[in-house]
T-cell receptor, first 112, second 113 residues
Framework: KQEVTQIPAALSVPEGENLVLNCSFT??????LQWFRQDPGKGLTSLLL?????REQTSGRLNASLDKSSGRSTLYIAASQPGDSATYLC???????????FGKGTMLLVSP | EPEVTQTPSHQVTQMGQEVILRCVPI?????FYWYRQILGQKVEFLVS????????KSEIFDDQFSVERPDGSNFTLKIRSTKLEDSAMYFC???????????FGPGTRLTVL
């Protein structure tokens, strides 16, 4: 059974810092991996999708990498801003249209 | 930009009552999912739906739950007799064929008293 773990559970940084969020998964035979953002009491906003054949994806200040063989992904946020404060969730899919398995998330607070 | 919508945003019900949560997936999407998130816990898969039938379901999705696509646009989750532990945020998601990024709705917060 796939298990997804995210470290750290919470992170507090001053504005402008570059930071890395970590995600690990137990079954490396994944189809793809998705990073989401969740604001308090709100829905999930998809940030980046990495297919199993890819090593990384970039969107603006966000860069996600995938090392499938070691069961790890990282989300790099450059030049963090207070508006980045949210919970970041990592989720993996084991086959084409199957369900996503989520981690518990990293709660990020960026202070001005 | 197309988006998944869900209604209501918040539903309060008494234990034992039936509730129906509604979702309108993105129009050209073919795969539909329900997830739930109990406060402070992980997002958990409930059920997936394709071609008018359930394609996968979790242990959580017992006989108290059912899903339906009553017309070409709506996708519903029914809980027949709600329990206190059903209190959670329920998310609907959809995926288009050939591009398997899941898009989530804003969620329905269900409170069972």
């Amino acid at each position: 059974k796939q298990e997804v773990t995210q470290i750290p559970a919470a992170l507090s940084v001053p504005e402008g810092e570059n930071l890395v969020l970590n995600c690990s998964f137990t079954d490396s035979a994944i189809y793809n991996l998705q990073w989401f953002r969740q604001d308090p009491g709100k829905g999930l906003t998809s940030l980046l999708l990495i297919q199993s054949s890819q090593r990384e994806q970039t969107s603006g200040r966000l860069n996600a990498s995938l090392d499938k063989s070691s069961g790890r992904s990282t989300l790099y946020i450059a030049a963090s801003q207070p508006g980045d404060s949210a919970t970041y969730l990592c989720a993996v899919r084991n086959s084409g249209y199957s369900t996503l398995t989520f981690g518990k998330g990293t709660m990020l607070l960026v202070s001005p | 930009e197309p988006e998944v919508t869900q209604t209501p945003s918040h539903q309060v019900t008494q234990m034992g009552q039936e509730v129906i949560l509604r979702c309108v997936p993105i129009s050209n999407h073919l795969y539909f999912y329900w997830y739930r998130q109990i406060l402070g816990q992980k997002v958990e898969f409930l059920v997936s739906f394709y071609n008018n039938e359930i394609s996968e379901k979790s242990e959580i999705f017992d006989d108290q739950f059912s899903v339906e696509r009553p017309d070409g646009s709506n996708f519903t989750l029914k809980i027949r007799s709600t329990k206190l532990e059903d209190s959670a945020m329920y998310f609907c998601a959809s995926v288009s064929r050939g591009y398997n990024e899941q898009f989530f709705g804003p969620g329905t917060r269900l409170t069972v008293l």
